[in-house]
């Protein structure tokens, strides 16, 4: 680094403002360690960055919209803020405080659901703009949970008068019959997942009110066969696995005033041999129709636990390999 080598500090209010901006034991001042070159030390309510210029800039420039996120009411977990550094690696630290600040929805507890990534905020732009969204790919990525937290806010505001929630059950053949109880009991393992999502941002007790009424109802792609779905908020779930006419019969149901989102993982295909995946179908067909938009998802968009978005790659990286 030579001449290049610049030291430059970054003081805290007081130990409060400290913490809520560090972590736990100071997390972010250690991925910062591991993530950059530049050495970074605390004395007292002071960090210092010393190191190549380039990258002590971006430290301090990370500081700095991590601060005014807590300043603003925002507290960052380990994941998040391992999310800011990886921002802050590629040059694009300056979106970090537009994407925590914006607020898809509000939870049944008052939790604000809120952006984390790049990708979701197209994700959730392209939902708002358009009638049909596909959201692809991997797991963690918050396809499903941001479609359905925008539907409940669809709802209560009025813009539709009811959310319809499928997905493909026993894998993508539908065998319901040889399963034990009525339909409810057969299908409800299969849209677990949709139940956890609605349980999280609309409230128990206002999903199963929601549920009686009408205005939510949650159902095997196959009962989706031969309606139409005017003013509703339909979400297609693990899309990989409906065929091509499943997937044709599906989208086909929209009706006016109506919006569409279908998830899906093209790696976590379940079909049998020789049967292609309606979502990939649908990408190679639809692409570039006006009013139908693609998102795709990287392992950058995965918010689990940080160890999920490795294990993604590390898959893609074998993948790749053997192609």
């Known amino acids: 680094m030579g001449q290049d080598i610049i030291v430059r500090r970054w003081a805290f209010a007081n130990n409060d403002e400290a913490v809520s901006v560090l972590g736990p034991h100071d997390a972010l001042l250690r991925l910062l360690d591991e993530a950059f ?23 301090v ?35 970090l405080v537009p994407l925590y600040t914006a607020e898809v929805a509000t939870t049944f507890k008052g939790k604000p659901v809120r952006i984390k990534t790049l990708g979701q905020r197209r994700y959730v732009e392209a ?8 959201g692809i790919g991997p797991a963690g990525t918050g396809k499903t949970y941001l479609a359905v937290a ?13 959310i319809v929630l499928t997905r493909p059950a026993v ?5 319901l019959g040889f399963l034990p109880g009525d339909l409810q009991e057969k299908v409800d393992p299969y849209l677990r997942p949709i139940y956890d999502a609605l349980y999280d941002v609309y409230g128990p007790e206002q999903v199963q009110r929601a549920l009686e009424r009408g205005s939510i109802e949650i159902a095997p792609l196959a009962y989706m066969r031969g309606r139409t779905l005017d003013d509703s908020f339909v979400i297609l779930d693990e899309a990989q696995n409906t065929t091509a006419e499943q997937m044709k019969m599906f989208l086909t149901r929209l009706g006016f005033g109506s919006k569409m989102v279908i998830t899906g993982d093209v790696t976590q295909i379940d079909l049998p041999p020789g049967r292609p995946s ?18 795709h998802f990287s392992g950058d968009d995965v918010v689990r636990h940080h160890l999920v978005q490795r294990i993604i790659e590390a898959y893609e990286t074998s993948a790749n390999a053997q192609r």
């Open 61 to 95: 420039a990370l500081m700095k919209a991590v601060t005014q996120l807590s300043q603003l009411g925002v507290h960052l977990s380990e994941g998040d803020y391992r999310h800011a550094v990886d921002l802050a690696k590629r040059g694009e630290i300056a979106e």
């Open 37 to 59: 070159a530049a050495k970074v030390t605390m004395r007292g309510t002071e960090v210092s960055f010393a190191g190549d210029a380039a990258e002590v800039d971006t430290m």
């Open 127 to 134: 939902i708002r703009r358009q009638d049909i969204v596909f």
């Open 171 to 175: 894998e993508a053949g539908e065998n």
């Open 150 to 162: 925008m539907a409940v806010a669809a709802l209560k505001r009025g813009d539709v008068k009811r």
């Open 278 to 295: 309606g979502l990939v179908q649908a990408e190679r067909i639809l692409r570039g129709i006006d009013g139908i938009a693609f998102c």
